[in-house]
């Protein structure tokens, strides 16, 4: 009796510190933690403090305690594919890239829509040089209704990167060149935005021969005119990308997978 006492307080008090974290967790995060972490040694077989700490530790980029944590999730609820999904990303941040796939995979087996686990995919499948089957992930996600505009701006970024890669400079001068007009002018932006204009005006130069002024002529007017007249002949022959970032303007800059 006396046992079982002491169980129940324990874990009503797990649940105070949980209560306690919750009210402080927006702004006060590393507050917020220590209140989960009480409740999680108060009760360890709570899986909404199990979870809500992982979360914090993924907030506060803590990636090897996240990794800790949310395994201990997956012992609570061995098909938490949420638990699965950001243990995918805590391994791709700390460059565990075989360990991030793998996760990753497992999180997308057991829900296809699991959205962090189809981004840390397209981004190891990256870091691998199979731009194409990044192309392919990110395409699809780009496809999903409910995006935020810093995601869709996010995503369109690591795309315009995959296409470039791919050889299809056209397509990544288009995305990188709206989502400057749209306010994301990030050091990355500006750099795929450079490498594929320089790549398109490469192009034209071969197409034309050598130039003479009026070559010369036109390639002062390509980063208006011609660019995206190339860009959308390609598009129109070999189907669109994903939809570049237009009306992306009012949106935080982006949150990273």
């Not at 974290?21 to 360890?44: F, I, S, T």
């Not at 992982?54 to 907030?59: K, Y």
């Not at 395994?71 to 700390?94: I, K, P, T």
Request: glycine content about 8%.
């Amino acid at each position: 009796m006396s046992a079982g006492f002491t169980d129940e307080k324990a874990r009503e008090t797990a649940r105070v510190e949980l209560q306690r974290a919750q009210v402080v967790m927006e702004k006060a995060p590393g507050e917020a933690l220590e209140h989960l972490a009480e409740g999680r040694r108060l009760d360890p077989r709570n899986l909404e403090i199990a979870a809500s700490l992982a979360r914090i530790e993924v907030r506060l980029a803590r990636y090897s305690d996240a990794i800790d944590s949310l395994q201990r999730v997956l012992v609570l609820d061995e098909a938490n594919n949420e638990a699965l999904g950001l243990q995918a990303l805590c391994h791709y941040r700390l460059r565990h890239f075989e360990q991030a796939e793998l996760r990753a995979r497992a999180a997308i087996a057991l829900d296809a829509g699991n959205r962090v686990a189809r981004e840390v995919l397209a981004d190891c499948l990256g870091t691998r040089g199979a731009w194409q089957a990044a192309g392919d992930e990110l395409k699809g996600l780009l496809a999903e209704p409910g995006l935020s505009d810093g995601a869709k701006a996010r995503l369109n970024l690591k795309l315009a990167q995959c296409l470039l890669r791919v050889g299809a400079h056209p397509q990544a001068w288009e995305i990188t060149h709206s989502l400057l007009l749209n306010g994301y002018a990030d050091d990355q932006v500006k750099a795929v935005h450079r490498e594929s204009e320089a790549l398109n005006k490469a192009e034209i130069r071969a197409a034309f021969g050598q130039p003479g002024f009026f070559q010369r002529l036109v390639l002062w007017v390509a980063d208006r005119h011609i660019l995206r007249a190339v860009s959308l002949g390609r598009r129109r022959g070999s189907g669109a990308p994903a939809k570049a970032a237009a009306g992306t303007s009012d949106a935080a800059k982006g949150e990273s997978a």
